[in-house]
């Protein structure tokens, strides 16, 4: 079976690319050299000269990650006072 592709981005210099998604493996970007970000593969990349266009997927990016790290701290305080009420009985 063939790994997923799935999209790598480098906001920094507007660059994308494409590979297989890897949990341990980070792609760096040809430009910068900095890690790229990873985005689902179905989402539509800017072309480099719309400006416009990657500061709104930035954006999308940076509200999801957020969005997400909310969703985790709110589990992991779930998790936290289950555990809690289950010590007392």
Do not use: Y
């Not at 493996?25 to 719309?50: G, V, W, Y």
């Not at 990016?61 to 909310?70: H, I, P, T, V």
């Amino acid at each position: 079976m063939k790994a997923k592709q799935t999209n790598f981005v480098c906001f920094k210099c507007k660059t994308a690319s494409r590979g297989p998604w890897r949990r341990e493996f980070a792609f760096k970007c040809s430009a910068c050299q900095s890690d790229m970000e990873m985005l689902h593969f179905d989402t539509e990349i800017p072309r480099k000269k719309n400006t416009t266009g990657w500061k709104k997927l930035e954006k999308f990016f940076r509200d999801q990650q957020e969005r997400l790290q909310k969703e985790q701290e709110e589990r992991t305080r779930e998790i936290e006072r289950w555990k809690r009420e289950r010590e007392k009985k």
